[in-house]
């Protein structure tokens, strides 16, 4: 299994950048598909980013193309989400999760938060404008 522990978050003004991290410890991040989630106030959970667990492939939210990348350093087992020119309605609770499976359904991507397994205990990103 994999501890995941979320940093990186505060305050920044729309338009300006911020990068989340997600450290694990354990096992390595490439025996898990690895997504970022976030949630705000009064609503519900929702899908932001993940990649293959070889980091072959990317799949991003609609809201966040184009303006969010995710990536990893294997060497650091830390996993990124770089928010670039974020705006007020991405502020919410950001969540990094990792899924053991390499497959669900013929998938290898998994924009649902029931497809993972463990999960960080998240960090806060206001945006203001």
């Known amino acids: 299994q994999v501890q995941l522990v979320e940093s990186g978050g505060g305050v920044v003004q729309a338009g300006d950048s911020l990068r989340l991290s997600c450290a694990g410890s354990?096992?390595?991040?490439?025996?898990?598909?690895v997504g970022w989630f976030r949630q705000a106030p009064g609503k519900e959970r929702e899908f932001v980013a993940c990649y293959t667990r070889s980091a072959g492939s990317t799949y991003y939210a609609e809201s966040v193309k184009g303006r969010f990348i995710i990536s990893r350093d294997i060497a650091k087992n830390t996993v990124y989400l770089q928010m670039d020119s974020p705006k007020p309605e991405d502020t919410a609770v950001y969540y990094c999760?990792?899924?053991?499976?390499?497959?669900?359904?013929?998938?290898?991507?998994?924009?649902?938060?029931?497809?993972?397994?463990?999960w960080g205990q998240g960090t806060q990103v206001t945006v203001s404008s």
């Open positions: 354990g096992r390595t991040f490439s025996s898990y598909v």
């Open positions: 999760a990792a899924a053991a499976a390499e497959y669900r359904d013929g998938r290898y991507l998994f924009t649902r938060g029931n497809e993972y397994d463990y």
